[in-house]
């Protein structure tokens, strides 16, 4: 049976650039509305709104058994919740995935936002720090793109970055990684070869060359690593029921460098604090 390699071609490259930059408007777009008294529905159809103006269709709603835009985790949930009349409140942290395909290309992208609580500055303080912890660390993943001779390097530099931050000085515990949920490459169908740890293996992995496309998206908790399925059969909470954040951007390795697609600065901001300047796609 044919295989496609993993590896895409320049041009292929080229037709991933929209399909990112979709993904990232309708991320935008739902960022401002992530308030106190809002819905998670309302959020989805939000996102769902700008995928289709941009003559996009949602790539999660080809997802066999998945019928929404995006998925919605409040809390204790890390990911694949289910966007739906929950309510969101204030001090509530939310991480939001979404994705767009456009003209058979996808791009997927997730986002973590602690909801304005001006009367729980610690909760704040707390849950603001591990999506900081967990926007690093995939930054850092990402950041490894650009020098790593295989795929290992890149779990290795999100888990050395988590490590790295010790005992929190908020929360007074360690950070855990997801282990059962991993990224992975993207190109014609959302979910694609490789698989990518956000974590040390001893398999070193894939070669790290142009023609990559991997989706970069550590899954972390303010607390232990188990998790569990809720009832909707989707929804993956801790088991601890301490806090989880989860952030993603689909990135591309090519022969100028690395280029985050689902970013409209292609990564430069979060690059910076890497020494690692993002080169555009020709
Ligand atoms: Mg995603
Ligand atoms: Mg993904």
């Not at 941009?54 to 204790?76: D, K, M, P, W």
């Not at 992975?184 to 293996?201: C, D, W």
């Not at 970069?216 to 059969?233: L, N, Q, R, S, Y």
Request: proline fraction near 5%; hydrophobic fraction near 40%.
């Amino acid at each position: 049976m044919f295989r496609r390699s993993i590896y895409k071609t320049p041009a292929q490259l080229r037709s991933m650039v929209e399909p990112g930059l979709i993904t990232a408007a309708a991320l935008d777009a739902v960022r401002p509305l992530i308030r106190p008294g809002v819905t998670t529905l309302e959020l989805d159809a939000e996102a769902n709104r700008v995928i289709l103006e941009r003559g996009a269709e949602s790539n999660f709603q080809l997802v066999r058994g998945y019928r929404h835009t995006t998925c919605i985790s409040v809390n204790e949930e890390v990911v694949h919740g289910i966007p739906g009349e929950r309510v969101l409140e204030a001090g509530d942290i939310v991480s939001i995935d979404c994705g767009a395909q456009y003209q058979g290309w996808n791009g997927d992208s997730a986002i973590t936002v602690v909801v304005r609580d001006d009367t729980r500055p610690e909760l704040v303080a707390r849950r603001e720090e591990l999506s900081r912890v967990t926007e690093g660390s995939m930054w850092a993943g990402i950041a490894a793109m650009a020098s790593a001779s295989h795929l290992g390097d890149l779990g290795a530099a999100i888990q050395g970055y988590i490590e790295a931050q010790g005992v929190s000085e908020v929360s007074g515990r360690t950070y855990g990684i997801l282990r059962e949920y991993v990224g992975h490459g993207i190109g014609r169908k959302m979910h694609e070869a490789p698989s990518v740890f956000n974590y040390r293996t001893p398999d070193p992995g894939a070669e790290v060359k142009p023609g990559l496309v991997l989706a970069i998206e550590p899954m972390v908790t303010a607390g232990g690593e188990e998790t569990f399925v809720e009832e909707d059969d989707w929804t993956v909470s801790t088991t601890d029921g301490s806090d989880g954040s989860h952030w993603e951007h689909s990135v591309a390795v090519h022969a100028q460098g690395i280029w985050v697609l689902t970013a409209p600065d292609g990564g430069a901001a979060g690059l910076a604090p890497f020494g690692v300047t993002p080169a555009p796609i020709a």
